[in-house]
T-cell receptor, first 115, second 114 residues
Framework: DAGVIQSPRHEVTEMGQEVTLRCKPI?????LFWYRQTMMRGLELLIY????????DSGMPEDRFSAKMPNASFSTLKIQPSEPRDSAVYFC???FGQGAGEKLFFGSGTQLSVL | DQQVKQNSPSLSVQEGRISILNCDYT??????FLWYKKYPAEGPTFLIS?????DKNEDGRFTVFLNKSAKHLSLHIVPSQPGDSAVYFC?????????????FGSGTQLTVLP
């Protein structure tokens, strides 16, 4: 299994531009999570999906952020327009099954730099 | 308000010695705790977990201790190896939360010196 695949690995863009981050979860996993890592706040949950349906997006910082999961094997996180304070590492993770604390499988992340 | 706190941003330990990483939490509803390890340019990977019905869980060189009354858990690595050098994240979740909403600490950078 290739694990969770994220693209691009690095993204450098200018303020005001649209940014789209992509994620392919592990096949068969029914939960998908988007996290953001910053020095100040550590790893914070932005949104998660169950069976392609968004369940909780309370962590999404602003309306500039949106996420979709059109099918079981693909998700996107979009920032429009981007701002310098959005610079962070964005992780996608997936997992399978019910219950609290089920271990997550993370992708390698997308390092986003907004100039 | 950080519900999961790792107050030590970094820790250096000599190879062969014990590494002890600490984590405190404030939410009494948390009942499942995990440690993740993260190498540079990689995503975090699951290391070890513990349910609140236990006070200790061991897996090879890694042991997690849970003190519910103090709302404190720790990860012990014995003996420490240079390959253990990584950022360690403590995470917690509550059984009633709608599926695995893990709350992470800010991480501790462990450096094991050869």
């Amino acid at each position: 299994d290739a694990g969770v695949i994220q693209s691009p690995r690095h993204e450098v863009t200018e303020m005001g531009q649209e940014v789209t981050l992509r994620c392919k979860p592990i096949s068969g996993h029914d939960y998908l999570f988007w996290y953001r890592q910053t020095m100040m706040r550590g790893l914070e949950l932005l949104i998660y999906f169950n069976n392609n349906v968004p369940i909780d997006d309370s962590g999404m910082p602003e309306d500039r952020f949106s996420a979709k999961m059109p099918n079981a094997s693909f998700s996107t996180l979009k920032i429009q327009p981007s701002e310098p304070r959005d610079s962070a590492v964005y992780f996608c993770a997936s997992s399978f099954g019910q219950g609290a604390g089920e271990k997550l499988f993370f992708g390698s992340g997308t390092q986003l730099s907004v100039l | 308000d950080q519900q999961v706190k790792q107050n030590s941003p970094s820790l250096s330990v000599q190879e062969g010695r014990i590494s002890i990483l600490n984590c405190d939490y404030t939410n009494s509803m948390f009942d499942y705790f995990l440690w993740y390890k993260k190498y540079p340019a990689e995503g975090p990977t699951f290391l070890i977990s513990i349910s609140s019905i236990k006070d200790k869980n061991e897996d090879g060189r890694f042991t997690v201790f849970l003190n519910k009354s103090a709302k404190h858990l720790s990860l012990h690595i014995v003996p420490s190896q240079p390959g253990d050098s990584a950022v360690y994240f403590c995470a917690a979740s509550a059984a009633r939360s709608s599926a695995r909403q893990l709350t992470f600490g800010s991480g501790t950078q462990l450096t094991v010196l050869p």
